[in-house]
């Protein structure tokens, strides 16, 4: 009798424990994935949603995946369920990833980090030159811009409160507040005590003060939101030839695309950029199945067969 009642209570202890899990699990992975919502904007932004073109305003609920493109001479101010702030400057390019991390292309991004609620999965901003890793309660200025003669963007960030973790180059730096730091290709990121003078003199003006979460009311729509157009080459083809990591998730997503000639002769002009692109362009002829394989090798092989043989029909 005791040890039923013991195995018993075990058992009702490990249901419990699985309930408590299960919630947790749950509860981690809605922080995770809290939508974005444009707060504010100066202009309308320009969103490409899987392989449409939209303009969307202030109050507009925004997707994973989603391409955002702001308007010159403004400033657009996103912001999630879990705390999370984001500002683009002018003609800044940011994707929206699952979860919490976020492509910056090029342009100037603010983001702060205000855990409403505990878990707080970190903030990860993704750039060519490497990842910023958001500390807790933290803001930071990040910005992609184009290198000497062309080349690759150089990332700089000003940690503006906390401490952020700088991933480039295979070296992990921390960025401690007031600092500043910057990343080349192939070199370890520079830190310095404070930022430099072209550093804040080029900062859009907006950025020097603190984000603060503004009150959202959802755009009203009578009817569900139309494209403008189909996406083309020139929309994407500067995400299709970043360094980012998001990058090998594009050919997949773009590949309806195809279909349009405009489109397709552009991917095909550009292959030595875009080599994962030549499968999806010229794909291998397919190999015969097991089944052909064999029918063909006895074909072959009774064909040899001496003309006395047994197993030729008469």
């Known amino acids: 009798m005791r040890y039923r009642r013991l195995y018993a209570l075990f058992l009702l202890l490990s249901r419990r424990l699985r309930l408590v899990l299960a919630f947790g699990f749950l509860f981690a992975v809605s922080q995770a994935h809290a939508g974005w919502t444009i707060a504010a904007a100066d202009a309308p932004a320009t ?50 990833q699952a979860g919490t991390r976020v492509s910056l292309l090029d342009g100037w991004l603010k983001v702060a980090q205000t855990c409403a609620t505990q878990p707080c999965a970190a903030t990860v901003i993704d750039t060519e030159r490497g990842a910023l890793e958001l500390g807790a309660n933290s803001a930071a200025v990040i910005a992609a811009l184009p290198g000497a003669e062309g080349s690759k963007s150089t990332v700089a960030v000003f940690s503006e409160s906390g401490t952020q973790t700088l991933a480039a180059s295979a070296h992990r730096n921390a960025v401690a507040p007031g600092s500043f730091a910057y990343a080349i290709a192939n070199t370890p990121p520079q830190i310095a005590q404070r930022p430099s003078s072209a550093f804040l003199a080029d900062m859009p003006v907006a950025f020097r003060d603190a984000l603060q979460r503004v009150p959202v009311t959802p755009a009203a729509h009578d009817h569900a939101i139309k494209p403008l157009r189909a996406a083309s080459y020139d929309d994407v083809s500067a995400w299709l030839t970043s360094d980012l990591p998001a990058r090998k998730r594009f050919p997949a997503r773009f590949r309806p695309r195809l279909s349009d000639p405009a489109f397709r002769r552009a991917i095909d002009q550009n292959l030595k950029a875009l080599p994962e692109w030549r499968v999806l362009l010229y794909p291998p002829a397919p190999h015969p199945d097991a089944r052909q394989r064999a029918l063909q090798s006895l074909r072959v092989n009774t064909s040899a067969l001496p003309a006395n043989s047994l197993y030729q029909h008469p």
């Open 47 to 96: 969103v490409i949603r899987a392989t449409n073109v939209y303009q969307l305003g202030a109050g507009e609920a925004l997707r994973d995946d989603d391409l955002i493109e702001s308007a010159p001479r403004s400033v657009v101010q996103l912001q999630d369920d879990a705390g999370r702030l984001l500002a683009l400057g002018a003609q800044t390019r940011v994707l929206l």
